[in-house]
């Protein structure tokens, strides 16, 4: 038994002598032997050339953070000085990047697993140069060796710690060049100072360019900014300046971010944070990215704002509609996987566009055969003004600031600006929009839009198209086929049951009114702006109303400036109460057929024909007013209307004036669609509302046009 242990001191006594031979051995041992085959090895691994062309030597140090009996075990400690790694031929710049100096600690018990771990890897004033040529060749991208058995050794990395350094782009595919540089900061900034930081900045920055309103709508809510308070995130140490062009745009930036990013799971969240003026978009973000290896975890509070949303496609690849304006702030969560897509989250998002406030929760993905954006928004005040950019109906000052080079005519009232179809057919949407209220200034308020907006391979439907007014339910559907040359559109609206009194509340002859509108447009089109729609429409619209009032000044305020210098010449100022108005027009090529369009006055009946031809916005109509009986009227000659919807001529027909009841023998001529039109009347009717003037009036037409054949 003594033997035996004396034999096993022995032995553990031969074990730790070698131990401490082999300790001294590779401390004394003169690394830089090693670095001609250190080169050559890394060189045929990467596919480029590299060099350690300073000192390479070894020092061991013991980690406390360890805890246990691991904090006592020495651990050897790398340092390579002045690494340098070339650039593939054609780049123009001959290394790729350049390091004062690399550190790395290595665990020396996971060897014997062929387990090369290391714990950390320091990198000392790195300079990275970033190249793409025309051809698509990417410098960062590296040639590894082809075929051969795999190895049997396994790299493990645990955190990467950097200093600071230098990074450089130089992308031709994308006109892109930036230059980005890192310097430490003076000391560690926590994490939650940052974030409140950044909030404040972004939100006094939208204040300046959009007004208190805007800056009001971006406050702190339930969602906003402990969205990103990530327990246990580093503190920021490093500061970071970004300046150059990206994707031909102007970008210039600061930052801050973590020293060390852990690349294994149970690391601390690594902390960014960006504030970076992109053209003439800005975009600020603060937030975290943890688990780098799995390529996901981005979790950031995120503001955006510029002069129009449709400004960030270029950067970001989402198509999104021209917009006045904008500003949002919201909870981004990302997962990046080059293999299955990635996947983009923009939940509990705030803000304004224009004059309107929004929000909702969307998402984008770009894993499928392309990109799709889905979610939901919803809008508690949508002012009507704000949706005329989605058509180009905006002012030329603001098509300026967002971009927009097609002048809009001086003579023309329809926008004329293209729709932007090749962005349609580089992704799908599916979004659901709610609007509690839209307003439009000196009219009446909308609410309670609804409508579906799907986009697929370029095929644009908002079905249903659903809001209220005055009352009643306008609905239908819009689809617009951007994927045809040229763009394929169909519209299809029913309006029910609008009430007058709500429709014109500040009308005091409407008040009491028990009038109602309904109508019903059924349009087909072709063309890429709103203008080559209307001037190839085919199809028709239908309109009657009951029980109403009509005056100059309330055409005026209605924005119907072809009506309310027709009623001038032919009532003056007075307001004139209607007992049934009713339109039919017939559409073929844009050019529309006043097939009826008659009102019935106390005094009067007044019906119109001609054509409107709206390729070129011309107008082509005659109004002939017919006097009942001995009662007075101020005008009974015909009214001729020229000229174009912005600059129409409205003027009184030379010839004779026309004969007390000729309007049963011209109106006979022009109403054989009346009959269509009593479908129209039904509604009012079904509601037990009493007898609506419209139907006595079309039934009369009806049988005066019978009467005259």
Same mark, same amino acid.
């Given at each position: ?38 080169? !050559? ?21 013991? !980690? ?19 690494? $340098? ?56 991208? /590296? ?13 493990? =990395? ?23 540089? #890192?310097?430490? =900061? ?32 971006? $406050? ?54 960006? *504030? ?14 943890? *688990? ?34 904008? &500003? ?24 304004? #566009? ?49 971009? !927009? ?5 001086? !003579? ?26 839209? #307003? ?26 659903? /809001? ?49 509108? +309904? ?26 109303? +009951? ?16 009506? +309310? ?21 017939? &559409?073929? +090529?844009?050019? /529309?057929?006043?097939?009826?369009? #008659? /009102? ?19 107008? *082509? ?74 139907? &006595? ?13």
């Amino acid at each position: 038994m003594t033997h035996r242990f004396k034999l096993g001191h022995w032995i553990a006594g031969v074990l730790a002598g070698l131990t401490v031979l082999l300790v001294i051995a590779v401390a004394l041992f003169d690394w830089n032997r090693l670095k001609p085959f250190i080169d !050559d090895k890394m060189s045929q691994a990467i596919g480029r050339p590299f060099a350690i062309r300073g000192d390479l030597s070894l020092a061991w140090r013991r !980690d406390p953070a360890l805890g246990g009996w691991h904090a006592w075990l020495p651990w050897p400690q790398f340092t390579a000085r002045d690494i $340098a790694i070339g650039n593939p031929p054609w780049a123009s710049r001959p290394q790729f990047a350049t390091l004062q100096s690399l550190r790395f600690e290595l665990a020396p018990l996971p060897l014997f697993a062929h387990r090369i771990d290391v714990p950390t890897l320091q990198l000392v004033q790195p300079a990275v140069d970033l190249e793409r040529d025309r051809q698509g060749r990417a410098s960062w991208t /590296f040639t590894l060796p082809q075929g051969g058995a795999p190895s049997a050794w396994k790299l493990e =990395l645990g955190a990467i710690g950097f200093d600071r350094g230098t990074v450089t782009l130089d992308d031709a595919q994308t006109a892109s060049r930036l230059t980005v540089t #890192v310097t430490p =900061l003076q000391g560690a900034i926590p994490y939650d100072q940052i974030v409140a930081q950044q909030s404040q900045s972004a939100r006094e920055h939208v204040g300046q360019a959009m007004g208190a309103t805007a800056k009001k709508a971006l $406050a702190p809510t339930d969602q906003s900014d402990t969205a990103v308070g990530q327990h246990g995130a580093a503190d920021y140490m490093f500061g970071w300046h970004a300046e150059g062009r990206y994707k031909g745009a102007p970008v210039k930036g600061d930052g801050r971010t973590g020293g060390v990013l852990a690349l294994r799971g149970g690391g601390s969240p690594f902390p960014l944070q960006a *504030d970076v003026q992109l053209g003439r978009s800005r975009v600020a973000l603060v937030g975290t990215l943890t *688990d780098p290896l799995e390529l996901g975890a981005l979790d950031l509070r995120l503001w955006l704002s510029g002069p129009s949303m449709a400004t960030l496609y270029p950067y970001t690849g989402v198509t999104l509609p021209d917009t006045p304006p904008y &500003a949002t702030e919201g909870h981004l969560q990302a997962t990046l996987d080059s293999t299955r897509g990635n996947h983009f989250s923009y939940r509990h998002f705030h803000g304004r #566009v224009g004059d309107s406030d929004i929000g909702g929760d969307v998402a984008f993905d770009t894993g499928g055969a392309r990109p799709k954006l889905s979610g939901t928004l919803r809008s508690r005040l949508l002012r009507f003004a704000d949706l005329g950019v989605l058509v180009g109906a905006d002012s030329s000052a603001h098509k300026q600031q967002r971009g !927009d080079a097609t002048p809009q005519p001086p !003579d023309k009232l329809l926008p004329v600006e293209p729709f932007r179809t090749d962005r349609w057919r580089a992704m799908d949407a599916d979004v659901g929009f709610s609007g509690e209220r839209i #307003v439009r200034d000196k009219a009446v308020p909308l609410d309670a839009l609804q409508t579906h907006i799907v986009m697929d391979a370029g095929k644009l439907t908002l079905e249903p198209l659903r /809001f209220g007014l005055a009352g009643g339910q306008v609905q239908g559907a819009l689809r617009l086929d951007g994927g045809k040359a040229p763009m394929q559109g169909r519209l299809d609206l029913s309006a029910r049951h609008l009430k007058l009194k709500q429709l014109f509340p500040n009308v005091q002859t409407m008040r009491s009114s028990l009038g109602e509108i +309904n109508g019903e447009v059924q349009l087909g089109a072709q063309g890429n702006s709103v203008a080559a729609l209307a001037g190839s429409a085919d199809g028709q619209v239908r309109l009657v109303m +009951n029980d109403g009032a009509i005056s100059k000044t309330l055409l005026e305020t209605a924005g119907l400036n072809v009506g +309310n210098i027709v009623i001038g010449k032919l009532f003056g100022d007075q307001t004139v109460q209607i007992n049934c108005a009713a339109a039919d027009l017939g &559409a073929r +090529n844009g050019l /529309f057929d006043v097939r009826l369009f #008659v /009102f019935d006055t106390p005094d009067a009946l007044v019906n119109m024909d001609g054509t409107v031809d709206m390729g070129s916005e011309k107008l *082509d109509l005659t109004v002939k007013p017919h006097t009942k009986g001995l009662r007075v009227f101020s005008l009974r000659s015909p009214l001729y209307v020229r000229g174009t919807l912005k600059h129409p001529d409205v003027g009184v027909q030379k010839g004779p004036l026309l004969a007390r009841g000729a309007g049963a023998v011209a109106l006979g001529v022009v109403a054989a669609p009346a009959a269509a039109l009593l479908a129209l009347v039904v509604p009012s009717q079904d509601r037990n509302e009493g007898d609506n003037t419209c139907r &006595a009036t079309l039934q009369a037409l009806g049988r005066k046009n019978a009467g005259s054949r």
